[in-house]
């Protein structure tokens, strides 16, 4: 079997130090020599959860040439999300508290079913609240036995992760990669031509699910459009007011859409589990224990839908704030590459309508608003606030 093409590791963008890393620790495995704690940075989208999940297939493996080959069923169900060992972990919330933390170090103390390791993948491991860190950071010490922790942060700063947890785990940075490698990722995953996978890597910004998002999904191409639609707007009177009213509509309306039914089906599960439609003696009780559970059932999906509308408006200014970017890339004759090269047209109308001053502050603004969005502020509120600081950089009346 050819190690060059097929292993869970030849698809990691992040360079041959990182494959060349996570292949010793699969090997060294084998032997029952592992680091019982990880934690990988990285930029969001730089694929850390990536490189984790590789390593952990790597760990399960069941091929006897190499480990990670990419073709057993215990690599590709690994990969998949459905190996009974590898238990990935997505936060959902704003923030993880103490009752998430313990849920997870319940997972990592069970034993493995088939492979040698159990693996837990933590992503998003800097959403922990400083109790919820404590409760892991005893875990993380002294794991159990055949598990192995795997922690996705964005960084090694305290900001991000507990300094007691850092000095636990073995640090695995993986790099954004460049705009070359994320499109040659997606062709190689086939569906997008080299065009478009180039347009979807630059405006990502190296961000690998982003591209992979854009490059496929047409309501996603057309929600950019419109955002970076925006900032023709901002020249004509009120439109642009209108339009980000619009914008925070839609993507509301988008996120309860996709979330309804992910939360019927919790629902369904919570009452199937708690005896719902049960009749006798018991069902005062039960009623009084199931309707408890679905309030904290129902906060929870409140806090998961605040989470993912924040997340997606985030992610909306972060196109637009290209916009002016490339603007001022543009101003500056910089000489790098453009974030939106199909919108050049528009950010060099930008470039010379206004000096770099004035673009920077647009920037700025738009940074703010980012900002805000975490500081209890309402976003409509926000984004209104936003255009009026651009119209009012730009000089536009």
Not at 54 to 59: R, S
Not at 88 to 107: M, N, S
Not at 255 to 281: H, Y
Request: hydrophobic share 40%; charged share 25%.
């Amino acid at each position: 079997m050819s190690t060059s093409t097929s292993t869970v590791f030849d698809r990691l963008t992040g360079g041959s130090q990182l494959r060349s890393l996570l292949i010793d620790a699969a090997t060294a495995a084998r032997s029952g020599s592992v680091t019982h704690a990880w934690l990988f940075t990285g930029a969001p989208g730089s694929g850390r959860t990536v490189a984790a999940r590789a390593l952990a297939a790597g760990l399960v493996c069941t091929s006897e040439v190499v480990p990670g080959c990419g073709e057993c069923q215990a690599c590709r169900t690994a990969l998949a999300g459905n190996h009974p060992d590898v238990e990935l972990i997505q936060p959902q919330e704003l923030t993880t508290g103490v009752k998430f933390a313990r849920d997870v170090v319940e997972k990592a103390h069970t034993l493995p079913t088939s492979a040698p390791w159990r693996v837990v993948i933590f992503e998003d491991a800097d959403r922990m609240t400083e109790s919820a860190s404590n409760v892991l950071l005893k875990s993380v010490e002294e794991p159990p036995s055949r598990t192995v922790f795997m922690l996705c942060a964005p960084s090694t700063h305290p900001r991000d992760i507990l300094p007691t947890i850092v000095s636990r785990c073995r640090h695995v940075y993986v790099p954004v990669p460049s705009n070359d490698d994320v499109a040659a990722l997606l062709v190689a995953e086939g569906g997008v031509s080299e065009h478009d996978a180039a347009l979807a890597a630059a405006a990502s910004v190296g961000h690998i699910g982003r591209a992979r998002h854009l490059a496929h999904n047409i309501v996603a191409q057309q929600r950019r459009a419109q955002v970076l639609g925006l900032a023709e707007l901002i020249y004509h009177g009120d439109l642009a007011f209108q339009e980000v009213g619009v914008l925070f509509t839609k993507i509301e309306a988008e996120v309860d859409q996709r979330l309804e039914p992910i939360e019927a089906s919790e629902k369904e599960k919570l009452q199937t589990a708690m005896g719902g439609g049960m009749k006798g003696k018991r069902v005062a009780s039960l009623r009084s224990s199931l309707n408890a559970a679905e309030k904290e059932l129902e906060a929870t999906h409140k806090k998961r839908r605040t989470r993912q509308k924040r997340d997606a408006l985030d992610l909306a200014l972060v196109d637009f704030a290209g916009i002016y970017r490339d603007a001022l890339i543009t101003a500056t004759g910089a000489g790098i590459g453009l974030t939106h090269p199909d919108m050049e047209g528009l950010s060099r109308e930008i470039a010379s309508r206004h000096p770099a001053e004035a673009i920077v502050t647009c920037i700025d603004a738009i940074m703010k608003t980012r900002e805000l969005f975490g500081q209890n502020v309402r976003p409509v509120v926000a984004l209104d606030s936003m255009v009026g600081r651009i119209r009012l950089a730009l000089g536009v009346r």
